[in-house]
């Protein structure tokens, strides 16, 4: 199996032959999906309400360091590497990926109550820590729930209407710490309850709301004996998915040069220089972008090709660094960055998943997932720790100009990685 450049349907084909005609499926969006995507738009006001304000706290309230800053928003970024494969695993071993999505949403509520005592680094790390370990082990099996919901020929427009439901949520996180700040100066710990607040609602919602179910192709055969999890049983990514292998080696590539969202805005403030109370807006326009761009990104994906978007969406990050390094200046430049930083994210978060589920036998969905999660996860963990370090020795637009050449020439190898035939012609 191997993902073509000209596979405009995704390697799924939306038309069904009847009578001898073509006719279009028609698209049902399938309730799951929304109270999923509700789940995580409540949960994206929580953690993004902290991720707004978190660059700002570190480097300015704490007085840190921007290597400091690097190593915690590393952590933000790779934490959760350290569970996903395991979490996807035991969500295809057991047939029931809700109950491993609740455990994770539940440990990300339980470190909100740590913001409200930390006040250093290795306070700040830790929780961090805790925080995208229960985002590591929830999203594979969340993302197996929507698979296993969504028509497989929709497969990126259902995963583009979750993530527009998520980033509703992610846009208003940062604007309710935009207020906050603006009526409470140095009102970071109204932040970080009301974080925990919306944390507690989100993992209500999944728990009364959203049921446990997946394809009984993809659900343990009852009476046959589950193995212990080993990792040389994750060998069919290198061998017997050939296609997935390149996707996934050519995703963590693609994240090695994806210094992260915090490291943008603060490029941004440094050349804007204006107030800080400003700064969560930043989230916000990036996250407005994302949820205007996902669902007609999706739609696009599956009509013309999920690669072809996926690449487009790093093109759109390269543009953003460009944009942020160049020495224009003014609202017109900040706006286009925020833009092309959603547009990035809108075009390869989702899109990344469908292609994933497009890929992987349905028994291994949650593990195929969960490993492509974990190398994106990995590669911005050291994206963001070497990001911050050459901040720190070159300064921020040299720094940011060093990555923006090394996307421009990683963005047209991981093209002829991903067209290259692996052996045989897909056929589904």
């Known amino acids: 199996?191997?993902?073509?450049?000209?596979?405009?349907?995704?390697?799924?084909?939306?038309?069904?032959?009847?009578?001898?005609?073509?006719?279009?499926?028609?698209?049902?969006?399938?309730?799951?999906?929304?109270?999923?995507?509700?789940?995580?738009?409540?949960?994206?006001?929580?953690?993004?309400?902290?991720?707004?304000?978190?660059?700002?706290?570190?480097?300015?309230?704490?007085?840190?360091?921007?290597?400091?800053?690097?190593?915690i928003d590393g952590?933000?970024?790779?934490?959760?590497?350290?569970?996903?494969?395991?979490?996807?695993?035991?969500?295809?071993?057991?047939?029931?990926?809700?109950?491993?999505?609740?455990?994770?949403?539940?440990?990300?509520?339980?470190?909100?109550?740590?913001?409200?005592?930390?006040?250093?680094?290795?306070?700040?790390?830790?929780?961090?820590?805790?925080?995208?370990?229960?985002k590591g082990i929830r999203t594979a099996p969340r993302d197996a729930l929507i698979s296993a919901s969504a028509q497989p020929e929709y497969l990126a427009r259902s995963f583009g209407i979750h993530r527009m439901l998520d980033n509703i949520g992610a846009a208003a996180g940062p604007l309710i710490a935009f207020l906050i700040l603006m009526l409470i100066p140095n009102g970071f710990s109204t932040v970080f309850v009301v974080s925990l607040a919306f944390a507690i609602i989100g993992v209500a919602v999944l728990v009364l709301v959203v049921p446990d179910k997946l394809k009984l192709s993809a659900r343990p055969s009852e009476g046959r004996p589950r193995p212990a999890f080993r990792w040389s049983q994750l060998k069919w990514l290198r061998l017997k998915e050939q296609g997935l292998a390149r996707l996934v080696a050519v995703t963590g590539l693609l994240g090695l040069l994806t210094i992260g969202d915090g490291f943008v805005y603060l490029l941004l403030q440094d050349r804007e220089a204006f107030a800080v109370q400003w700064f969560p807006l930043l989230y916000v326009g990036t996250n407005v972008a994302f949820l205007v761009f996902a669902v007609?990104?999706?739609?696009?994906?599956?009509?013309?090709?999920?690669?072809?978007?996926?690449?487009?969406?790093?093109?759109?990050?390269?543009?953003?660094?460009?944009?942020?390094?160049?020495?224009?200046?003014?609202?017109?430049?900040?706006?286009?960055?925020?833009?092309?930083?959603?547009?990035?994210?809108?075009?390869?978060?989702?899109?990344?998943?469908?292609?994933?589920?497009?890929?992987?036998?349905?028994?291994?969905?949650?593990?195929?997932l969960g490993a492509a999660q974990t190398v994106v996860a990995l590669s911005r963990m050291a994206a963001a720790a070497c990001f911050g370090l050459l901040w720190y020795l070159l300064g921020p637009g040299t720094a940011a100009a060093c990555v923006a050449g090394l996307l421009a020439l990683a963005v047209p190898v991981a093209a002829i990685v991903l067209r290259r035939p692996a052996g045989r012609t897909a056929t589904s």
């Not at 450049?5 to 929304?34: C, N, W, Y």
């Not at 959603?342 to 899109?351: C, H, P, W």
């Open 296 to 368: 007609p990104l999706g739609r696009l994906a599956d009509r013309w090709g999920r690669v072809h978007v996926f690449l487009a969406g790093h093109v759109a990050l390269l543009a953003c660094y460009v944009l942020a390094v160049l020495p224009l200046g003014g609202t017109a430049a900040t706006l286009g960055c925020l833009v092309l930083l959603g547009l990035f994210y809108a075009a390869t978060d989702g899109v990344l998943s469908a292609l994933v589920s497009q890929l992987a036998p349905p028994e291994r969905l949650g593990t195929a």
């Open 75 to 134: 952590i933000n970024q790779g934490a959760s590497a350290i569970v996903r494969i395991g979490a996807g695993w035991v969500s295809d071993r057991t047939g029931h990926p809700k109950r491993v999505a609740v455990a994770g949403y539940g440990l990300s509520m339980a470190a909100r109550v740590g913001f409200l005592f930390a006040g250093g680094f290795w306070a700040i790390a830790g929780i961090v820590t805790g925080d995208r370990i229960g």
């Open 1 to 71: 199996m191997y993902i073509s450049m000209s596979d405009r349907k995704g390697g799924q084909q939306d038309l069904q032959e009847t009578g001898g005609h073509a006719a279009l499926t028609a698209f049902r969006l399938s309730p799951v999906i929304i109270w999923l995507g509700i789940v995580s738009m409540v949960t994206d006001i929580s953690s993004e309400s902290v991720a707004a304000v978190l660059p700002l706290y570190v480097t300015g309230f704490l007085g840190l360091s921007t290597i400091a800053f690097g190593v």
